[in-house]
């Protein structure tokens, strides 16, 4: 769905002499200072950190007679603010990443990814299906490590075949922890009671393609 | 798709423009507003199911959104008027500097700022806009714009690196003695103020030149 481009950003890609492109750059940044400054200060917590990503933010905006902004001009699919602050913060994050390191700005995916290392979402969906409480076995026996994997397994098939939208709210809700609400705002649902009501019918939707696999039970 | 690669680490400028394996900006945003088509949409939410990077970035974009959608002003009105006037200064001169003929030492006067953002002006006491000034006397002074105001003073060097920032409630402040200040070269500074009724007000970005 393509859209106008903002007057702004128009007279900006449009001017044609030094004077004029300086005149509408300066309106451009008077008119949308408030997201890029907002998208600075949401990504640096640190004031001086932040006026520095703010103004790489300018920097690389400006950069190559205003590339990027041009970019969003052959396709304008979004609100252009939308676009805007996707751009800046991907910028503030690359400025952070220049002046820290990767380590540090990456610390989150790395945190996340281990994370998911350990708990796949079919162990942590398991959790859910499983009936009851579960024996508290140091060395579980060997039957039940079977059973678990068999569990698992199935598991992961029955999640492939899923709708992309349904495993991304089980990834969203599950793998990612994240709350209802936020599941919800992610997946652009109305209501978090949209999101309960799909939570349900897929956890019952996994168990009953579990038990066509054969797992009726996942402990002996 | 562009490339959005974190993992090849930091070794180029232009980070943002590479986004391999990555959702691009305009597939994000389109999604976020909701503007995609339905087969677009599932491409997307199937790259989102098998991608933690980018679920992780579309889960800080939606807080992100929102909060510029609520914000309410934390940063003085001025400041961020300011902070884009100097920055569009330093990257395209011209037109602001011309702008600022009459006064050649003033990137952008108070009152134009003022105008602009409608936030009152403070004005610059010392040092003047047009004197070069001695290192060992840079001292700066405003007049007071009301009781128990907040005032925040940053100074930038000429490619508007912040180089010293400070908050005070008087109206003077002298310079540390360990900041290094080059003489000869050019610096910016300005003065934003909080006043206690919640409103703002900025003397402008202020050139300052010390002597050789």
Redesign the interface.
């Known amino acids: ?1 393509a859209t106008d481009l903002p007057r702004e950003l128009d007279d900006l890609l449009n001017a044609r002499d ?2 004029s ?3 509408s ?2 309106a451009f ?2 008119h949308y ?7 600075a ?2 990504v640096c917590r640190d ?2 950190d932040r ?2 990503a ?2 790489y933010v ?3 905006l ?2 190559d007679d205003f590339r ?1 902004l041009r ?2 001009s052959v ?1 304008p ?3 252009f603010t ?2 805007l ?3 800046a ?3 503030c994050h ?1 400025f952070r ?2 002046r820290y ?2 380590d540090r ?2 610390s ?2 790395a945190a ?2 281990a994370h ?1 290392a350990r708990r796949r979402l079919q162990d942590l969906i398991a959790d859910e299906l499983r009936p009851g409480e579960l024996p508290d076995e140091e060395e579980p026996s060997p039957e039940r490590r079977f059973r678990e994997e068999q569990l698992s397994a199935s598991l992961a098939i029955a999640l492939a075949e899923l ?3 349904d ?2 709210l089980l ?2 809700r599950f ?2 922890g ?1 709350p209802v609400r ?1 599941v919800a ?4 649902l109305d209501s978090e009671f949209v999101v309960y009501r799909r939570q349900k019918r897929l956890l019952a939707g996994l168990r009953e393609c579990l038990e066509g696999e054969g797992v009726h039970d996942p402990y002996p | 798709m562009r490339v ?1 690669n ?1 993992r090849t ?2 070794n180029v ?5 590479l986004a391999e394996g990555h959702l691009d ?2 597939s ?10 339905w087969g677009e949409k ?1 491409r997307v ?2 790259h ?2 098998d991608c ?2 980018c ?14 959608e609520g ?1 309410r ?3 003085p009105l001025a400041a ?2 300011i ?3 100097a ?2 200064a330093l ?6 500097m ?1 702008e600022a003929a009459d006064d050649p030492g003033t990137v952008r006067t108070p009152e134009a700022a003022a105008e ?1 953002e409608s936030v009152r002006s403070i004005a610059v006491i010392s040092p003047s806009p047009e004197a070069s000034v001695a290192r060992e006397a840079v001292a700066f002074a405003w007049e007071p714009v009301g009781e128990g105001t907040a005032y925040r003073l940053t100074m930038t060097d000429g490619a ?3 180089v010293w ?1 400070t908050e005070t409630h008087e109206s003077a402040v002298d310079v540390p003695e360990d900041l290094e200040l080059h003489p000869g070269e050019t610096y910016l500074w300005y003065v934003d103020a909080v006043l206690s009724d919640g409103t703002t007000a900025t003397t402008g970005v202020t050139r300052l030149r010390l002597t050789p």
């Open positions: 769905m030094p004077a492109r300086g005149r750059w300066e940044l008077r200072n408030r997201y890029l400054l907002g998208t200060q949401f004031y001086d006026m520095d703010y103004r300018i920097e690389a400006a950069q990027r970019e969003y396709r699919e979004s609100r939308t676009w602050v996707v751009v913060r991907r910028l690359d990443r220049s390191g990767r700005v990456v989150g995916v996340r990814e998911e709708a992309p939208e495993r991304l990834k969203l793998e990612d994240l936020k705002e992610v997946l652009r | 959005w974190r680490g930091a400028d232009d980070l943002e423009s900006a305009g994000i945003s389109a999604y976020l507003d909701g503007r995609l088509g599932e939410q199937k989102l199911a933690p990077e679920r992780g970035e579309m889960s800080e974009l939606v807080d992100l959104l929102k909060a510029n914000r002003r934390r940063w961020t008027g902070a884009a006037a920055v569009a990257l395209i001169g011209g037109p602001l011309r602009r508007g690196r912040t920032s």
